[in-house]
């Protein structure tokens, strides 16, 4: 086994479309862990986001700017290329349920094979924030329901912006 690295520094990667508070629950965490923490929105995304990158970014930025040890960035493939090219040792990813494990211990095998040196780490998010999922937020406020307390206030109104526009 190699020395532990002088400096972690860590990607937490997602499609945060848009952020959570579970999200800003495991960043909150993952910054007192670690030196650096670089959250690394995927922007090629087959899942057709609602908010563009540059709108995911702006929430970001604007809900980070309490921990100084954490910048926002944006990526398009491979996620250990982006994580090998910001010089980072470490992946940390949310596991909410046992639901998540699956995919997530796949995912994380896989970027072992590709990068062996990157170290996949999971957190679990507060259990407060364990029923939260982007996906659930958005269909909740374009049904008309309230999200106050799920999401930070700034991606709660532009989420009723977004979906008062649409006319939903
Ligand atoms: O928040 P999400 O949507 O669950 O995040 C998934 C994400 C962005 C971490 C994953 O889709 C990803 O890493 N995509 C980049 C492409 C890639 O590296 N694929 C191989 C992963 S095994």
Do not use: C, W
């Not at 002088?6 to 990607?11: E, S, T």
């Not at 997602?14 to 007192?32: E, M, Q, V, Y």
């Not at 970027?111 to 909740?140: D, Q």
């Amino acid at each position: 086994m190699a020395a532990p690295p002088a400096r972690i520094i860590a990607i937490y990667p997602g499609s945060f479309d848009p952020i959570t508070n579970g999200h800003l629950d495991l960043i909150a965490r993952g910054s007192r862990l670690v030196d650096r923490l670089v959250v690394a929105i995927l922007g090629n995304d087959a899942k057709k986001p609602l908010f563009s990158v540059q709108e995911r970014v702006e929430m970001l930025e604007e809900v980070v700017k309490p921990y100084p040890n954490v910048e926002v960035g944006s990526f398009e493939g491979l996620l250990v290329e982006y994580a090998a090219q910001r010089g980072a040792n470490m992946i940390i990813r949310g596991i909410r349920a046992i639901s998540d494990y699956e995919y997530e211990l796949q995912m994380a095998l896989m970027n072992r094979r590709l990068h062996p040196e990157i170290e996949t780490a999971f957190l679990m998010a507060g259990e407060a924030y364990s029923f939260i999922s982007s996906h659930l937020m958005k269909e909740v406020v374009s049904l008309g329901g309230n999200v106050s307390g799920m999401v930070p206030p700034t991606v709660e109104a532009r989420l009723k912006g977004r979906f008062e526009r649409k006319g939903v």
